[in-house]
Protein backbone atom coordinates (compact mmCIF):
# COMPACT_ATOMS: atom_id res chain seq x y z
CA UNK A 1 0.00 0.00 0.00
CA UNK A 2 1.38 3.68 -0.95
CA UNK A 3 1.72 5.73 1.91
CA UNK A 4 1.80 9.34 1.98
CA UNK A 5 3.85 12.10 4.11
CA UNK A 6 2.73 15.61 3.33
CA UNK A 7 5.34 18.47 4.96
CA UNK A 8 5.73 22.25 4.18
CA UNK A 9 2.96 24.35 5.82
CA UNK A 10 3.32 27.14 8.36
CA UNK A 11 2.20 30.31 9.31
CA UNK A 12 2.15 33.39 6.56
CA UNK A 13 1.00 36.40 5.79
CA UNK A 14 -1.70 37.42 3.02
CA UNK A 15 0.39 37.37 -0.11
CA UNK A 16 3.04 35.50 1.04
CA UNK A 17 3.99 31.89 -0.87
CA UNK A 18 4.45 28.09 0.33
CA UNK A 19 5.44 25.34 -0.95
CA UNK A 20 4.12 21.64 0.17
CA UNK A 21 5.52 18.78 -0.72
CA UNK A 22 4.18 15.23 -0.70
CA UNK A 23 6.59 11.99 -0.37
CA UNK A 24 5.25 8.77 -1.62
CA UNK A 25 6.66 5.41 -0.67
CA UNK A 26 5.48 3.81 -3.61
CA UNK A 27 3.91 4.87 -6.99
CA UNK A 28 0.36 6.47 -7.74
CA UNK A 29 -0.67 7.41 -11.01
CA UNK A 30 -2.93 10.21 -10.41
CA UNK A 31 -2.18 12.09 -7.42
CA UNK A 32 -3.87 15.19 -6.35
CA UNK A 33 -4.30 17.84 -3.26
CA UNK A 34 -7.43 18.51 -0.94
CA UNK A 35 -7.99 20.93 2.17
CA UNK A 36 -10.01 20.64 4.67
CA UNK A 37 -11.26 22.93 7.79
CA UNK A 38 -12.97 22.17 10.88
CA UNK A 39 -17.12 21.89 9.58
CA UNK A 40 -16.32 21.67 6.47
CA UNK A 41 -16.41 18.85 3.31
CA UNK A 42 -13.21 18.14 2.21
CA UNK A 43 -12.69 20.36 -0.58
CA UNK A 44 -11.22 19.35 -4.03
CA UNK A 45 -7.62 21.91 -4.49
CA UNK A 46 -5.65 20.33 -7.16
CA UNK A 47 -4.88 16.81 -9.49
CA UNK A 48 -1.71 16.21 -11.37
CA UNK A 49 -1.47 12.38 -13.73
CA UNK A 50 1.68 10.10 -14.08
CA UNK A 51 3.35 12.11 -16.43
CA UNK A 52 2.40 15.57 -15.42
CA UNK A 53 1.14 16.69 -18.44
CA UNK A 54 -2.33 16.61 -17.32
CA UNK A 55 -3.41 19.20 -14.61
CA UNK A 56 -6.21 20.12 -13.31
CA UNK A 57 -7.09 22.94 -10.35
CA UNK A 58 -9.87 24.26 -8.78
CA UNK A 59 -11.56 27.76 -9.62
CA UNK A 60 -10.33 28.99 -6.10
CA UNK A 61 -7.02 28.43 -6.45
CA UNK A 62 -6.64 28.63 -10.41
CA UNK A 63 -3.27 31.14 -11.36
CA UNK A 64 -1.97 31.39 -7.65
CA UNK A 65 -1.31 27.47 -7.38
CA UNK A 66 0.82 25.31 -9.35
CA UNK A 67 0.79 21.28 -9.18
CA UNK A 68 4.12 19.50 -9.98
CA UNK A 69 5.74 15.97 -9.70
CA UNK A 70 9.28 14.22 -9.51
CA UNK A 71 8.57 10.37 -9.92
CA UNK A 72 12.32 9.89 -9.55
CA UNK A 73 12.17 11.03 -6.55
CA UNK A 74 7.83 9.86 -5.54
CA UNK A 75 6.88 13.72 -4.58
CA UNK A 76 4.50 15.32 -5.66
CA UNK A 77 4.58 19.52 -5.28
CA UNK A 78 1.74 22.19 -4.24
CA UNK A 79 3.39 25.72 -5.11
CA UNK A 80 1.37 28.15 -3.35
CA UNK A 81 1.36 31.88 -4.68
CA UNK A 82 -0.39 35.28 -3.66
CA UNK A 83 -1.90 32.93 -0.77
CA UNK A 84 -4.84 34.30 1.14
CA UNK A 85 -7.06 34.32 4.66
CA UNK A 86 -9.39 32.02 3.08
CA UNK A 87 -6.44 29.26 2.29
CA UNK A 88 -6.23 28.71 5.42
CA UNK A 89 -6.69 25.07 5.71
CA UNK A 90 -5.53 21.41 6.49
CA UNK A 91 -3.71 20.53 3.27
CA UNK A 92 -3.68 16.56 2.12
CA UNK A 93 -1.65 14.73 -0.50
CA UNK A 94 -3.46 11.92 -1.96
CA UNK A 95 -2.75 9.14 -4.63
CA UNK A 96 -4.54 6.24 -6.86
CA UNK A 97 -3.67 3.76 -9.06
CA UNK A 98 -7.16 2.34 -10.03
CA UNK A 99 -7.52 5.58 -12.65
CA UNK A 100 -5.44 6.73 -15.46
CA UNK A 101 -6.80 9.85 -15.96
CA UNK A 102 -7.07 12.81 -13.14
CA UNK A 103 -10.01 13.13 -10.75
CA UNK A 104 -11.41 16.01 -8.33
CA UNK A 105 -13.39 13.63 -6.82
CA UNK A 106 -12.11 12.57 -3.06
CA UNK A 107 -13.97 9.09 -3.55
CA UNK A 108 -11.58 8.59 -6.33
CA UNK A 109 -8.69 8.08 -4.29
CA UNK A 110 -7.03 5.08 -1.76
CA UNK A 111 -4.30 6.88 -0.47
CA UNK A 112 -4.31 9.72 1.92
CA UNK A 113 -1.49 10.99 3.96
CA UNK A 114 -1.92 12.81 7.74
CA UNK A 115 -2.32 16.50 6.31
CA UNK A 116 -0.46 19.90 6.81
CA UNK A 117 -1.53 23.10 8.46
CA UNK A 118 -1.43 26.54 5.84
CA UNK A 119 -2.58 29.24 8.45
CA UNK A 120 -2.30 32.83 6.58
CA UNK A 121 -3.19 35.50 8.27
CA UNK A 122 -4.62 38.76 7.36
Known amino acids: QVQLVESGGGLVEAGDSLRLSCAASGRASSMGWFRQTPGKEREFVSA????????IYADSVKGRFTISRDNAKNTVYLQMNSLKPEDTAVYYC??????????????????WGQGTQVTVSS
Open 48 to 55: ISWSGYST
Open 94 to 111: AGTNRYGTVRNDADDYDY
